[in-house]
């Protein structure tokens, strides 16, 4: 059957967490966003079976309205999650299939207790509450075409269950793959993804030679490497599944001295597998830590153990993949692959020549990959769009925001040059937030919704840390001129960085050791192990965002900012003028930057 003229996919991730939707048409992606950054609820919902009813819908509802469509104008949808894929591999306790010949979501049945938590635990890796899970997913299709909140439903009328789109469930870690091998800026390369868990699978392995993808191992269930770093961030008293970022921030501060013990909890088991036995970690590594209780040089060390652990294992991981696929591009994606340390460590260490991770790895990007595998089976063959840069939110007009000002009654100015006159704050160590253009896809702020403050001052780390109430640990990161990062920055496979070689770090994704001399020029972004978090900027991705860099170069000598999102602690990062305005005024920012106005405080 021929393609329609414009072809729209609706990719959608909402069965775990980071629920979040993406828009293609005909092959390039105009839209992504999570759901978070308009509800406030921070990753859009906790992973709990009974939250898998909830859909991203006012995500959705962005993607159409850029689009300026409605859902009964997508051909089709793809939903980054296959129930039958778990029940078809695994078996679930409590659904009885009836007939394996007929239509599985008419004739299969499902028995739950009112209780299930109180009940035994099923046999093999099933939870008591899987059937409940497993119908909201299967139920996905009838809640997106009766469900949408009273304020969205003008772009959802004239829906059924079925239609009139295609529904199209792609498998959690096929939506990982496609969300790095058909986004990266290779014709070719390998491919690894690791998270907490799919359907089945916890890892996958596969190489893209520009027209067909093959994957070419998995590990499933109960190992799982994103598993173990919860546990362990959940033993040190964090949230897990969404303070992993945290320990990893940890790690730096303490020492490898829980080697023995990691050894027991993972290992590398040879050709591309690994084992996480499941054991009691209060007997390997002494008691948890409750939230808030004060921490100790027991956690900083055991989060090192940790770290090194994981890094050893993927770097075994990434040699044999290499060996396996004989290609020199590695594309990453999955939540483990937003753990810059480990990247950097890949980069460095392994066996690969370039190494590019999607910059919206963890669950969100499921919504982007399962968008990008239907149109790419759909039409047959790879678009021409690549992922340079990850600004695909909302944006807001000047007409617009100026609207709100005055609504507000807020006392502001419009300044004639944006970048020159902020420049000129932040030398004098003003801490300023920055909303221009449209909203980042993906945890890390990029210069669209970010708190930027000069690098220059010794005690702007903690001064930040206290503004946004993180903890003291925590370290920020900086942004510099592409053209000028190699003077700054530098890999350790590229020790001679400083004399001339490019550095290419737009996304955030990596740590950089900093050029020796440099470290007391931009102390605030230096990190206790000497390294930092590294954002590239160049013209063609952030023009506003590049000239502010250049302008405050021209004053002070250095083309470096910290960047930091936009939110106080438990705030998703902002999204609108409204939610700009409301952190700025309920939190120490000494000035605000929102298209070309500028709102201050009295010093």
């Avoid at 005055?406 to 932040?426: F, N």
Wanted: glycine residues 8%; charged residues 20%.
């Amino acid at each position: 059957m021929p393609l329609s003229a414009t072809r729209y996919t609706l990719g959608i991730n909402a069965a775990f967490h980071d629920s979040a939707a993406c828009l293609i048409r005909d092959g390039e992606v105009i839209a992504a966003a999570e759901e978070e950054r308009f509800t406030h609820i921070k990753h859009g919902k906790r992973p709990v079976p009974f939250s898998a009813w909830e859909l991203p819908y006012h995500a959705i509802d962005y993607c159409l309205e850029t689009a300026d469509i409605e859902m009964r104008d997508v051909q089709d949808v793809a939903y980054a999650y296959d129930p039958w894929l778990q029940v078809s591999r695994g078996g679930i306790a409590g659904i009885d299939m009836r007939s394996e010949f007929a239509d599985p979501a008419h004739n299969a049945f499902m028995q739950l207790p009112l209780m299930p938590s109180a009940h035994a635990r099923p046999t093999g890796d099933g939870s008591p509450w899987d059937p409940l899970f497993l119908s909201y997913v299967v139920n996905a299709p009838r809640q997106l075409a009766d469900g949408a909140p009273h304020h969205l439903q003008k772009r959802f009328r004239g829906l059924r269950h079925d239609g009139p789109y295609a529904w199209r469930y792609v498998e959690h870690h096929l939506a990982h793959e496609a969300s790095a091998f058909l986004a990266a800026p290779f014709e070719r390369c390998a491919v690894l993804t690791m998270d907490g868990r799919g359907e089945i699978a916890t890892t996958s392995y596969g190489v893209f030679d520009g027209n067909r993808y093959q994957r070419i191992k998995q590990i499933d269930l109960p190992n799982s490497l994103g598993l173990l770093y919860e546990r362990i961030t959940r033993h040190l008293g964090f949230l897990h599944s969404s303070d992993e970022y945290k320990v990893m921030a940890l790690a730096s501060f303490g020492q490898p001295a829980f080697m023995r013990e990691m050894q027991a909890l993972a290992r590398y088991a040879g050709n591309g597998s690994y084992i996480v036995p499941e054991r009691d970690l209060t007997e390997l590594l002494g008691p948890a830590r409750q939230r808030g209780w004060p921490l100790e040089q027991r956690h900083f060390d055991i989060a090192r153990s940790l770290q090194d652990t994981l890094e050893s294992v993927v770097l075994d991981m990434t040699a044999w993949l290499s060996q396996e696929t004989g290609e020199r591009c590695l594309a990453m994606a999955g939540g483990v692959a937003l753990n810059c340390v480990m990247n950097a460590r890949v980069r460095d260490d392994g066996p690969f020549d370039q190494v590019w991770v999607q910059p919206a790895a963890g669950d969100a990007g499921t919504a982007l990959g399962a968008a990008l595998w239907v149109d790419f089976e759909q039409r047959g063959r790879r678009g021409d769009w690549r992922m340079e840069h990850a600004y695909l939110g909302p944006s807001y007009s000047e007409a617009a925001i100026h609207a709100f000002l005055d609504e507000a009654k807020l006392r502001y100015r419009r300044m004639d040059d944006v970048p020159r006159e902020t420049a000129a704050l932040l030398a004098q160590n003003r801490v300023i937030g920055w909303f221009q253009g449209r909203m980042e896809f993906g945890p890390r702020a990029l210069g669209a919704r970010s708190i930027l403050a000069s690098p220059l001052d010794p005690g702007m780390q903690q001064r930040l840390n206290q503004i946004k109430d993180r903890e003291d640990f925590r370290p920020v990161a900086p942004v510099v001129l592409e053209e000028k990062a190699h003077e700054w920055f530098r890999t350790r496979q590229a020790g001679q960085s400083a004399q001339g070689a490019s550095l290419y770090a737009p996304f955030m994704l990596f740590v950089y050791g900093i050029v020796p001399g440099q470290e007391t020029r931009i102390p605030a972004v230096c990190h206790v192990d000497g390294t930092a978090r590294v954002q590239t900027v160049n013209a063609s991705q952030n023009p506003m965002y590049h000239a502010l860099l250049t302008e405050f170069e021209a004053l002070t000598g250095v083309p470096v900012l910290v960047n930091t999102s936009f939110n106080t602690r438990g705030e998703p990062i902002v999204c609108s003028p409204r939610d700009a305005i409301e952190c700025f005024w309920a939190s120490p920012l000494d000035a605000l930057v929102i298209g070309p106005f500028l709102l201050e405080k009295s010093q």
